[in-house]
């Protein structure tokens, strides 16, 4: 018997959402005027209906369109959900590639990487995770060299220490930029970047009850809280849990987990930017019907 996880675009949700998906569409960007390489579209990526699973002892990666590839770990006879809850799995027409470990059992955070679907792949040991671990990841790529990965550790009382690294070199080698932990230690709920030296982690509500999400553009050394406010017609019995933001150059999507705090319902909504996510605006499409 196999377990089946489907994933839902670039979400993150604490261990639950993986980023995995399917890229369609290119473009060129220049960030400082030092790269020029062609760069995924990750918002696509948020329609990819992808999943992976275990299948006869096989740890498998499925596309929307039915492709699949064989991941190279060992899966052994343990239960699903705990094999799958290290794991962070990316996935697009350029790039494959999975990150491991940062556990008790197993301290060193390993990602693999294939360029060619799964035909053949590169392992890099990126860090070891240390006493916090690390079985919470977020990993994805904004072309087939320029690529990051976010660690986060165990939860106490609310905090959170979380590591960001990136590669250049197509995930052959790691640089650990810095982290969030002198501006806002909290549970890691998301990340992405929208170039090399602008990216985000977005994080579980808090005392505040709407979307928390902090932004680099200087490559990890600042991190500065965003604008993401809540319009009146969100404004209720609800709280709201920024998930990972996507981008295609400067435009970008940032999906939000919005729990009803008397059910327990939980629907998405979204914000969108132009400015490579230095202002967000609430998409009044993305309200339920």
């Excluded at 060992?74 to 027409?93: I, Q, R, W």
């Excluded at 969030?180 to 909290?186: D, N």
């Excluded at 985000?200 to 200087?218: A, E, H, K, M, N």
């Amino acid at each position: 018997m196999g377990m089946v996880k489907k994933l839902q675009g670039l979400s993150g949700l604490i261990t639950v959402f993986i980023v995995i998906g399917i890229a369609g569409v290119f473009l060129t960007y220049r960030a400082g005027g030092q790269n020029t390489q062609q760069t995924i579209d990750n918002i696509a990526l948020l329609q990819a209906n992808g999943s992976y699973t275990l299948k006869d002892g096989k740890f498998v990666i499925r596309d929307g369109k039915g492709a699949t590839c064989t991941v190279p770990l060992e899966a052994g006879t343990g239960d699903p959900a705990s094999y799958f809850s290290d794991k962070a799995v990316y996935l697009s027409d350029e790039v494959t590639a999975v990150a491991y470990g940062g556990t008790e059992a197993d301290s060193g955070i390993t990602v693999l990487v294939s360029g060619d679907r799964g035909k053949t792949w590169s392992s890099t040991r990126v860090a070891e995770a240390g006493a916090d671990h690390a079985e919470t990841k977020f990993l994805g790529f904004l072309s087939k060299k320029d690529g990051w990965l976010v660690t986060a550790g165990d939860v106490a009382s609310g905090s959170q220490k979380n590591r960001v690294f990136l590669t250049a070199d197509g995930g052959k080698s790691w640089s650990e930029i810095g982290n969030t932990s002198e501006a806002y230690p909290h549970v890691v709920t998301g990340a992405g970047f929208a170039s090399p030296t602008t990216g985000f982690l977005s994080f579980r509500y808090d005392i505040d009850r709407g979307p928390v999400v902090y932004r680099t553009q200087d490559k990890g050394k600042t991190w500065v809280k965003c604008a993401v406010g809540l319009p009146p017609e969100l404004k209720n019995n609800n709280s709201y849990t920024a998930l990972s933001p996507a981008f295609h150059g400067a435009s970008g999507v940032l999906p939000v987990a919005m729990t009803d705090n008397d059910t327990g319902a939980q629907t998405q909504i979204r914000y969108v930017t132009d400015d490579s996510g230095k202002t967000w605006t609430f998409d009044k499409k993305s309200l339920p019907q």
